[in-house]
Antibody
Framework: EVQLLESGGGLVQPGGSLRLSCVAS????????MNWVRQAPGKGLEWVSA????????YYGDSVRGRFIISRDNSKNTLYLQMNNLRAEDTAVYYC???????????????WGQGTLVTVSS | IVLTQSPGTLSLSPGERATLSCRAS???????LAWYQQKPGQAPRLLIY???SGATGIPDRFSGSGSGTDFTLTITRLEPEDFAVYYC????????FGGGTKVEIK
């Protein structure tokens, strides 16, 4: 069974930084796009970022572009999200989600990890 | 692309049919639309992709239809475990999600 396990969430002050990790197992990690999606408390879903299989192509949502950096280490089956200059509105559960193996930049997500909570507050 | 889901809340009884709508602000090319189910405290689960293709392991009471700007998720007979929040997502362009429809027990 495909598994995605996020870690790295926690409480951080506004303007601070945090790095999230997502370890993947039971599938060929290098063969699939990967994504981060977030959900603010009691709110809906918001796509954050995507990265191609090789890591050569990256994409960001408008609200995080210039502050967040997505990356992956295919030798460790791990996806990362470096979050800088954090704001209160970045408070959310962050999910990593497996994309599909296509030539397109974007796809549907299946499965999702259980999520890690990031709280930005002083 | 902005996705608008309606209704916001759907109150139904087990065994009834649920019809959920997702309307896009512009046409979604190649029907690049997915549906997800989310239960409290859980991650979303993929139900439908490509507007009408069922994900692996999803019961056939779940079906998707539509094209262009109007899409529908239908649950033919609600089971107790189907009461949840449902989201649509487009992946034709920079991905976006609808605001969700909560299906609650009447």
């Amino acid at each position: 069974e495909v598994q995605l396990l996020e870690s790295g969430g926690g409480l951080v002050q506004p303007g601070g930084s945090l790095r999230l990790s997502c370890v993947a197992s039971e599938f060929i990690f290098i063969g699939f796009d990967m994504n981060w999606v977030r959900q603010a408390p009691g709110k809906g879903l918001e796509w954050v970022s995507a990265i191609s299989e090789s890591g050569n192509a990256v994409y960001y949502g408008d609200s995080v572009r210039g502050r967040f950096i997505i990356s992956r280490d295919n030798s460790k089956n791990t996806l990362y999200l470096q979050m800088n200059n954090l704001r209160a509105e970045d408070t959310a559960v962050y999910y990593c989600a497996k994309g599909v193996s296509t030539s397109r930049a974007y796809s549907w997500y299946d499965p999702w990890g259980q999520g890690t909570l990031v709280t930005v507050s002083s | 692309i902005v996705l608008t889901q309606s209704p916001g809340t759907l109150s139904l009884s087990p065994g009834e049919r649920a019809t959920l709508s997702c309307r896009a602000s512009q046409s979604i090319t190649s029907n690049y639309l997915a549906w997800y189910q989310q239960k409290p405290g859980q991650a979303p689960r993929l139900l439908i992709y490509g507007a009408s293709s069922g994900a692996t392991g999803i019961p056939d009471r779940f079906s998707g239809s539509g094209s262009g700007t109007d899409f529908t998720l239908t649950i033919t007979r609600l089971e107790p475990e189907d009461f949840a929040v449902y989201y649509c997502q487009q992946y034709a362009t920079s991905p976006s999600f609808g605001g969700g429809t909560k299906v609650e027990i009447k």
